[in-house]
């Protein structure tokens, strides 16, 4: 990514250029342009069919049909979009060719604007720009590039509200509140002589106590956050052959695992992902937990309970009639299922645990009660019918507080955003205690900068080179 000082020294004259749309065939390209001459740039390789005006004298948010042509040569038949800075996205000149699909085309396009003096854009350079033209702010444009990653509706719900702001104004709002009064405490100081307040202590405290319940809010958002935007890891456990394979090509709804009557087949972790009521969850299927001499089998549960690890929901799946046909409820192999399950929950106590007895289209009703007696938390299921799976899914979602979600209301996905949230908290809880024990303004002041300088940081008041680098780097090229 080039230097931050190298895009404002070259945003007013500099034209980019790049594909918007996914590479290779298909049935339509889309090319952008933005720069100070993207407009005249197109206009000299573009001829009108409709209305014989040149590109440069139309209207802004237009479009045009028309041939782009390299000297007498015609590329191809094409729609030119035209909008003028500073209302278009980036804040420049943009334009927006829509042509074949065709890969030969695109790049015969791309290479007669490169020959015309543009540059190819650079990843997540659009974006930059709006953000430098003021189109954006930081956390905005990050919103962009998690509204195309968005892969289920929760996340795709919570990235398009921030990309309308509501977690910037939110911010913005706090941080003006605390600048204002930042403003009376530093002019204090310009008065130390006189001992004089400016800054109401009373109004300032409200708004302390504001501030720390708004962010205490944002940051406990993150962990409901965080799952939605990178899915929910669900790991499958339990003996070999008790039907997790099968549970999972039942959740997927295709043959995804490969589903055998010999024990042990699913030797290494299988991954997959499903979207649940809006909600991505993740889920894998992991090789048996069982004794065995199998060096690869062994690599293999050795990988289960890494998975487990990883995972934030555990679903424990158990075979309900090879455990009835063993041993009474009160007999050794109910206490060794029991006692398996009591290990993980010792071993994982915050971890969610869903227990559940498979293969229960076998059982009579007898041996249901039987078995839910001896279990209470148990959840009857059969994978290979699919009864029981729409509960299975009903109480994952259950796991998953989504009250703020269905609230609309600020939910944090970025880590960047939470590390400063984080910080600002604690400049804060500072300021509070500087309130409490009387500290004196020059003191607090530096506190309240601090805090200033944290919400800043989210929504780009304040930047440097290496962040704008990383931020922006992890977009696509054209976007």
Request: proline share 2%; hydrophobic share 40%; glycine share 6%.
């Amino acid at each position: 990514m080039r230097s931050i000082y190298y895009f404002c020294d070259m945003i007013q004259n500099d034209t980019i250029i790049a594909l918007a749309t996914p590479s290779g065939a298909g049935a339509i390209a889309v090319l952008r342009l933005s720069g100070k001459d993207a407009i005249s740039r197109v206009s000299d390789c573009f001829k009108s069919v409709t209305d014989g005006k040149q590109l440069r004298d139309q209207k802004t948010h237009t479009i045009h049909l028309g041939h782009i042509e390299d000297a007498n040569r015609v590329i191809d038949e094409v729609l030119v979009s035209v909008f003028k800075n500073p209302n278009s996205y980036t804040g420049e000149n943009v334009v927006e060719i829509s042509c074949h699909g065709s890969p030969y085309i695109q790049q015969e396009i791309i290479q007669l604007f490169l020959r015309k003096g543009c540059r190819m854009a650079d990843a997540g350079e659009f974006t930059l720009r709006a953000f430098l033209n003021g189109k954006l702010d930081l956390s905005q444009a990050e919103a962009v590039a998690d509204l195309i990653a968005s892969d289920n509706e929760a996340s795709h719900q919570i990235a398009m509200q921030q990309m309308r702001g509501g977690f910037s104004s939110e911010i913005a709002k706090l941080r003006e509140e605390l600048l204002n009064f930042a403003s009376l405490i530093e002019l204090e100081l310009d008065f130390a002589e006189e001992d004089v307040e400016f800054a109401d202590r009373t109004q300032f405290k409200t708004l302390i106590d504001r501030i720390t319940f708004v962010l205490k809010r944002l940051i406990d958002s993150f962990a409901v956050g965080n799952v939605i935007k990178n899915g929910i890891p669900v790991a499958i456990v339990g003996e070999p052959n008790v039907g997790k394979s099968t549970l999972l090509n039942a959740l997927l709804n295709e043959e995804r695992a490969i589903v055998s009557e010999i024990a042990g087949t699913t030797r290494d972790t299988i991954e997959d992902e499903i979207s649940i009521g809006g909600i991505g969850f993740r889920f894998i299927d992991t090789a048996g937990i069982r004794e065995t001499q199998d060096v690869v089998e062994s690599i293999g549960i050795k990988k289960t309970f890494e998975k487990i690890e990883q995972s934030q929901v555990t679903i424990y799946l158990f075979d309900a009639p090879s455990v009835l046909r063993t041993a009474s409820p009160k007999g050794k192999q109910f206490e060794a299922l029991k006692n398996e399950i009591w290990q993980i929950k010792n071993k994982y106590p915050q971890k969610p645990l869903l227990i559940i007895a498979n293969k229960i289209d076998k059982l009579d009703d007898a041996q249901l009660a039987s078995l839910q007696a001896a279990i209470p938390e148990v959840k009857p299921l059969s994978a290979k019918t699919g009864f029981g799976v729409e509960q299975l899914t009903n109480a994952l979602l259950n796991l998953i507080n989504t009250g703020a979600l269905r609230n609309n209301e600020t939910i944090v996905t970025n880590t960047r955003h939470y590390d400063a949230l984080l910080k600002a908290f604690e400049e804060i809880q500072k300021v509070k205690h500087g309130l409490d024990s009387g500290l004196s303004s020059d003191l607090m002041a530096i506190d309240v900068r601090e805090a200033l300088y944290y919400f800043g940081l989210i929504t780009g008041e304040v930047t440097n080179d290496d962040l704008l680098g990383n931020i922006f780097a992890n977009f696509c090229i054209g976007k």
